[in-house]
């Protein structure tokens, strides 16, 4: 089977080449790959352009609509491809990544949900878990990350592909839209992909109000969807999706307080009470029990 590799490239000058490199070391060999230039400002064109020498068979293409998720829906549309690889052009893949995950594959799957390494810019690696329940691992972001995973063409089309509309949570809304659509979900425990951090770039570091807000709106939407279609799970895994949720409105409320209250009001069940965890310190959460939302984040700040 033919797998696309569609990476979108914009202002990656230092990591295309060696993100390439590690595409066409693959030992799985059917592979066609695309490289979407998204208007880079640096030399990132005249450097696939260079590239091109190397690989003769690599697809270059240009895309004026700004954002990775539109670049990958022009890859997608060229991709000739039964499966897709979308690759981040500082991202890598491991030398046995495709072969690996294509052996993995039965007839009704279409869609690999897969682990990776996240390595920071100290060269530093983690190994990135993901959650076997896929609507768990959806709504607490451990159902993969876009390079590790592998998708088959027919399911991303008939979602209509990536939302390019968004400015984050692009991927977990392609996702949720897959489960909604009955994906069949292939989990894959091997980590064969590093997902590179950079030190500037990257829109996870930039806008975190809009983003959380983002990252609040979709567990909504995802809660609302499940309520109506399959209640059960909401009702047997309630305390996870609080936890979470809290957890998020809490991360929020530095940067938008008042839509901080606003989603605690409406989306945490009164009788709801935190648990100690990464996020809640066992001093917060007395206080929270006493207090409630608003008055102890407000003192919190002022302490701050």
Known sequence: ???????????????????LESVYQQTY???EVICIDNKSSDTTWAKLQELKNTYPTLILEEEIKPGAPAARNKGLALAK???????????????????????LIKTETNMIVATSFRRNTNGHEKSMSINRDAWLGLFSTSLGITSANLWKKDLLVEVNGWNDSLKSSQEYNLMFRCLQNDANICFDDKPLTIIRERESGQISQSNPGPKWIRYIELRKNILSYLKENNPVIIKENNTFFQQRLFN?????YPHAPQRAI????????????????????KNYILMYNILGFR??????????
């Not at 990476?7 to 990656?12: A, K, M, R």
């Not at 409406?266 to 709801?272: A, S």
């Not at 102890?296 to 700040?301: F, G, P, Q, Y």
């Open 248 to 252: 998020a409105i809490r991360t929020l």
């Open 29 to 31: 060999v059917n592979l």
């Open 81 to 103: 491809g039964e499966w897709i690889q979308f690759l981040d052009a500082d991202d890598l893949l491991l030398q046995d990544k495709l072969t690996h995950q294509m052996s």
């Open 1 to 19: 089977m033919l797998i696309s590799v569609i990476i979108p490239c914009f202002n990656v000058e230092d990591y295309i080449q060696e993100c």
């Open 262 to 281: 606003s989603f605690h009001h409406e989306l945490i069940d009164k009788k709801f009470r935190p648990s100690v965890d990464g996020t809640n310190t």
């Open 295 to 304: 008055l102890t984040e407000k003192i919190k700040s002022l302490f701050k």
